[in-house]
């Protein structure tokens, strides 16, 4: 019936006062939490010395103080490196895991399950500090490989979370149909399971590649003279105040987004393969 | 009973292989999933395992296809022995209930997998996959991914890559359930061809008996992890081997009875005080076992005043539904008991109303005993 039947929401009619109170309050929330990110872009083609907004005039100059100085490329390349460390491994390790989580029969399989989830749970310091003793312990405390170990199990929770759940809903149906047909059941898996559960594995390696190159807290513990590029912008800001961190912030942000549209391009949908 | 439907597909193909099963037994924890099944597909033969959900069946295809292992008993496809080989070793081409199509792959991509895994070289592929596309009449549809296709298309590709590998087995699992009832049809008369004409060893699950009727050289009936009976179809319908399978198979009247006498091979059964039926005895029957009588519908006829049968009964027309080619009537005898009984629907026929009174009447022949116990 058409009497009964909801309009959809605004549409063609003046959108009520609780609405208009919606969209207000939708707008104020989104403009608080962006303000920060759309500020830097100015502030980072600042021509000014120190961090002001509005600045009073633009140019290139704390880009070419970036690129030009090794201190801050060196931790650039660094953060890098170790971050594509750490998605390979936690990508890895972590649809191993969920593999095991998932399909697995075998007792302790919900303790596995905790474990594998609790870094998201305890606090980042906490386990930065554990880790700290630990590797220090083994003397390992300012080599980069450290940091990939800190950052890897951190990533692990959203790898096995993502692709936990991307099992789940897979039809086993299909690995068992590949057996029948003659596959190995490695072979099985890597042409009928990975394959459809690619966005999944896509999602999870970019959120691993993000939580480390973004991540301060156990570098800061771990890296020792082996500074990222959170923890040099971290210092940056601690000790001289001009807009070189803005001009960083911003690359990073592409960078982020860059890496955020390829990951949505190659990750949405099982597509054809011939 | 006879056993002969098999023997003509078996010609087709001379490097058919029979599959034996031998005192298999699984059991889940405390569930007896199999209770020591013994059966032999023979080659080129079509056989049904038929029973409800929780039969057995399943666990049964699984144990051959090699998905589950059993605890006891052996598997043997041909002269190999196959009860712990891994699936991709068996050589059986299984169609599953939802097809399990690799939605990545396209048609010609899913039906060449089996002989990739084969290493098959690339040319002799392409044969092999345009031969299987022809063979379920798929031709030209190589480039189709399968959310293209509809559901009849989907289990010929299913039915294509299970055959194009020359599997020495055929495994069907409920593979109609997901089609509407004209397509199932046609598609049942397809499978069946293409199995004859392949000369295919199939074992072909299914919970629906009416399917099993039509498609198979035998039925196996399951129930309970056991085989309740193995048949003919023919042989099944017209004589269940106990109640389980008089229900099952079709619909029956089952009537519960004590064997009174027993007169130049017809054995009177006393139902109740004034219901005594007359079937045909079996080997062994004595006076006083307690015994099933079964008749099927189809069987009683209307009685005119006077006419004589060897059973005959009278009773009251509690309901008619009328159900396309037939009418089924269902009367309440005096004794108390029920009978169904189905004549076919003429044009122009009546259809008899509710609270009339009938007489019907069937021969001893048509009656056929079950233990009871």
Same mark, same amino acid.
């Given at each position: 019936m058409d009497v009964i039947r909801r309009r959809p929401m605004g549409a063609g009619r003046r959108p009520s006062p609780a609405r208009w109170a919606l969209i207000v309050y939708c707008t104020l929330v989104f403009v608080f939490l962006m303000l920060p990110l759309i500020v830097v872009f100015p502030i980072s083609f600042s021509s000014a010395q120190s961090l002001q907004f509005p600045p009073p005039g633009y140019s290139l100059r704390w880009y070419k103080v970036y690129v030009n100085d090794p201190v801050w490329m060196a931790a650039t390349w660094r953060s890098l490196h170790i971050a594509l460390w750490t998605t390979v491994l936690s990508t890895v390790l972590g649809t191993l895991l969920a593999f095991s989580i998932v399909r697995g029969r075998y007792p302790g399989k919900g303790l596995v399950n905790q474990v594998a989830t609790a870094p998201l749970i305890v606090p980042t310091i906490i386990y930065s500090i554990a880790v700290y003793g630990l590797f220090a312990g083994l003397k390992v405390i300012g080599n980069w490989q450290g940091i990939v170990l800190g950052h890897t199990v951190h990533a692990l929770p959203f790898v096995v979370l993502i692709v936990g759940a991307a099992l789940r809903t897979f039809d086993m149906a299909q690995e068992q149909a590949a057996e029948g047909l003659g596959a190995s059941r490695l072979t099985a898996i890597r042409r009928v399971t990975l394959p459809q559960i690619r966005p999944a594995l896509i999602s999870a390696a970019f959120l691993a590649f993000i939580s480390s190159f973004d991540e301060l807290v156990i570098a800061m513990f771990l890296g020792g003279a082996n500074v990222t590029l959170p923890k040099k912008m971290f210092d940056n800001i601690q000790l001289e105040i001009e807009p070189t961190v803005a001009a960083v912030s911003v690359l990073q942000i592409v960078l982020v987004t860059v890496v955020l549209m390829l990951a949505a391009r190659f990750g949405s949908g099982a597509r054809p393969v011939a | 009973m006879t056993d002969t439907a098999a023997a003509g597909a078996t010609a087709a193909n001379l490097n058919v292989t029979g599959l034996e099963l031998s005192n298999v037994v699984r059991r889940f924890g405390a569930v007896t999933a199999l209770a020591g099944v013994d059966l032999t597909v023979r080659a080129g033969e079509l056989l049904t395992i038929l029973g409800p959900s929780g039969s057995g069946k399943t666990t049964m295809l699984k144990v051959v296809a090699g998905f589950e292992l059993p605890d006891e008993g052996s598997v043997r496809l041909g002269v190999h022995d196959i009860t712990v080989a891994s699936p991709a070793r068996r050589n059986i081409g299984m169609v599953f209930q939802n097809y399990a199509l690799f939605p990545h792959m396209n048609v010609a991509a899913n039906i060449a997998f089996p002989l990739e895994m084969r290493r098959m070289a690339p040319p002799m592929i392409a044969d092999k996959v345009a031969w299987a596309l022809q063979t379920v009449g #798929?031709?030209?549809?190589? /480039? /189709?991914?399968? $959310?293209? #296709? $509809?559901g009849g298309q989907q289990q010929r590709v299913a039915l294509a890559r299970a055959i194009v590998f020359d599997p020495g087995l055929l495994l069907l699992d409920e593979p109609f359930g997901a089609l509407d009832r004209k397509l199932r049809e046609q598609m049942q008369l397809e499978v069946k061809r293409l199995q004859r004409r392949l000369g295919l060893t199939t074992l072909f699950v299914t919970h629906d008996q009416e399917e099993a009727l039509v498609l198979s050289d035998r039925i196996a009936v399951m129930n309970e992890g056991r085989l309740e009976q193995l048949g003919t179809p023919q042989d099944i319908y017209a004589h269940p081997r106990n109640r389980f399978v008089a229900d099952f198979i079709g619909e029956s009247n089952l009537f519960h009875g004590r064997v009174t006498a027993i007169e130049g091979g017809i054995a009177v059964v006393a139902v109740a005080s004034d219901l005594v039926l007359r079937l045909v005895a079996m080997a062994g029957m004595r006076a006083g076992a307690e015994i099933g009588a079964v008749v099927r519908p189809e069987r009683p006829r209307r009685l005119g005043s006077g006419e004589a049968a060897d059973n005959a009964v009278e009773g009251e027309l509690v309901e008619a539904v009328y159900v396309g080619e037939s009418i089924k009537y269902r009367l309440r005898l005096s004794s108390g008991a029920e009978l169904l009984v189905r004549w076919p629907f003429r044009a122009g026929g009546e259809m008899l109303g509710g609270g009339a009174r009938l007489r019907v009447g069937w021969d001893a022949r048509d009656m056929h005993a079950v233990p009871w116990s």
């Open positions: - | #798929l031709t030209g549809y190589d /480039r /189709r991914m399968p $959310s293209q #296709l $509809s």
